[in-house]
């Protein structure tokens, strides 16, 4: 086997590059350049060794490049090549094999000359280093330069492996949570790395990707890495991305339009067609979304005050990892745009070809997995925290819904509770008013109310107004002062504030209300006008002024928390006054079932009253 000792560039079009004597061809090193575009050629001068000419093999050519389209001459005579000069397509990394000319030279001095179109391809290219083997040996030539392109590159491929293990495993958290962002970010950032390296991958084994599809794995990848660290980072913090760094991303997704530069390799016309103006503009344009990029890299140094102003310890573990990670990326991105050199960060270490990019990455995978671990045992902590509050407001929650509704006689009171969550905000009492007059025939206040908020707070909202009910229910002449009590003691202790409804029932039947901002009661299905007034616990001066009227035997009078007139159906329709009215007359359960099949968004409570015939202590039944 025998490779290149010598070579040339030509550059543009030069057909003299084929020829034996070429005297226009300088020799020059050959070089990687974003701003040549167009046809050029590639000239290697070979020396064949004695004992290979006189084996009388048929010899064999093994061209690799990463150039797309290109030709072969050997001494002037065209042996084959890749992709097609008329279509302008081919695949982006090509390793054919062709077969050398019957006849060479006695001498063994022979000239190879390469003719490419450079198309950008935006991977460093060495130029072509073919190899000379006999033609049964030159499988064997390409697969022992695919084995040792991987013994040395091994690194590469193990980091970004681990790379997109690591992605998977944060899209997996992400199903289990999404409103956990963040995952999502991390995830699409890894593997999508991941992905490109392994396009790479397919190129190296010869598995025929085709150009476009590399330029549209390098520029997107390019593009949206500044985004997608930007979402991460904003997500995690639970803040809207600011202006400038919506700026920023626009600035770095510049990149994908050398994607809709170069759709037109797929309709060869147009590309022909337009060949001449993309070959003037088309570098201009490179280096200005190259900069772009370049910029946006670097702005993600703008995250790193508050990344270390945090006072989350794994947010200065992310604003580390950042700025690692930006210095790394904005060093290969400056290598490409300034034309720094080495843009690979790469060097060889024994046989290994070490690329610092996939350590940088598999070191960014694994601050990320030591931060979300700090996460997510914050979260859990949080998680057990809301626990306790939750198994606290349970608790409380005994003291909203009566167990055992007390018996009245002369009354029958059936009730529903639906909550919206597992702690509510709704409660109801009954107290009995003992009656000096007729102990058997004791009076009752019956009030039925809804808290604001929800959880604890609610409910330790909740606990104050039945404890105050409990105690005032004693002295407490009719359900006016009693919702003054209730509102004084809520003052200066509560954050919220409380609608409520209080009914005093007498023996004879007669019905005193009295209103805090809460819906109107209706008897025997008409809505019963009260005072509009405001609710508890926001005004020490507001009165309850009093309405009575009577509950005739059979009669019954139902009353409804605000779940039932705001159930909202999937339209957005709300059930409303006049379809609460309409169910009225029904019994508790019916009514709170209704809402709940309509569309409940809040809690749902109803109670209803009836008046029996007799005298007798009725039955209490309570539904759920």
Known sequence: MLSNPASCVCLWINGSCAAVAAPDCKLQKYFFDTTRYGVEWQRIEVALPHNLLQSQQQLGLVVQGEDPV????????????????????????????????????????????IRELNLHSYLPSPGFDP???????????????TLAHLRSSWQHYVCFALLGCTGLVFFLLFSV???????????????????????????VLNLGVPYWAGIVNYNFGNGIQPLIIIEFVFSFLG????????LVEILGALSILNVLLNVFLLAPSIYQALFPVVRVIEPTVIRSYGAAVLLATLAQL???????????????????????????????????????????????????????????WLLFAIVMLIAMTFRLRRIQDRNREVEQEMAAARSVQQILIPDQLPTIPGLRIDSAY????????????????????????????????????KGLKAAMTVSLIVGTLRTSARHCKGPGELLGEVNRSLLGRSDGFATCLALMVQPSGKLIVANAG???????????????????GLDAGVRYPEITFQLEPDSFCTLVTDGVVEATSPSGELYGFERTQAISSQPANTIAEAARQFGQEDDITVLSITRTLDLTPGLLEQAS
């Open 418 to 453: 639906l909550p919206a969550q597992e702690v509510g905000g709704d409660f109801f009492q009954i107290l009995p008013v003992p009656n000096a007059a007729d102990p058997e025939r004791p009076s009752a206040f019956i009030v039925l109310g809804d808290v604001s908020g």
């Open 70 to 113: 290109y030709e072969v001459y050997v001494d002037g005579q065209l042996i084959g090549g890749s992709g097609s000069f008329r279509t302008f397509l081919g695949p982006q990394d090509s390793r054919i094999v062709l077969k050398m000319p019957a006849s060479l030279p006695s001498d063994g001095h022979i000239t190879i000359a």
């Open 518 to 536: 809460h819906p109107n009661p209706y008897l025997d299905g008409v809505e019963i006008q009260t005072e509009a007034n405001l609710p508890l």
């Open 177 to 203: 949570n999404t409103r956990l962002r963040e995952y999502f970010w991390l995830g699409a950032l890894l593997v999508l790395l991941f992905m490109f390296r392994l396009g790479e991958l397919a190129a």
């Open 302 to 360: 703008f995250l790193l005050p508050m990344c270390f102003r945090s006072k989350l310890a794994e947010m200065r573990w992310i604003g580390g990892a950042v700025l690692f990670l930006t210095v790394v990326e904005g060093r290969w991105q400056a290598g490409w745009t300034l034309s720094l050199g080495n843009p690979y960060e790469s060097f060889r270490w024994g046989a290994l070809d070490f690329d610092v990019r996939p350590v940088a």
């Open 239 to 246: 803040r809207p991305v600011p202006k400038f760094f919506r």
């Open 131 to 145: 190899a000379i083997a006999p033609l049964d040996q030159t499988q064997q030539v390409l697969d022992e330069d």
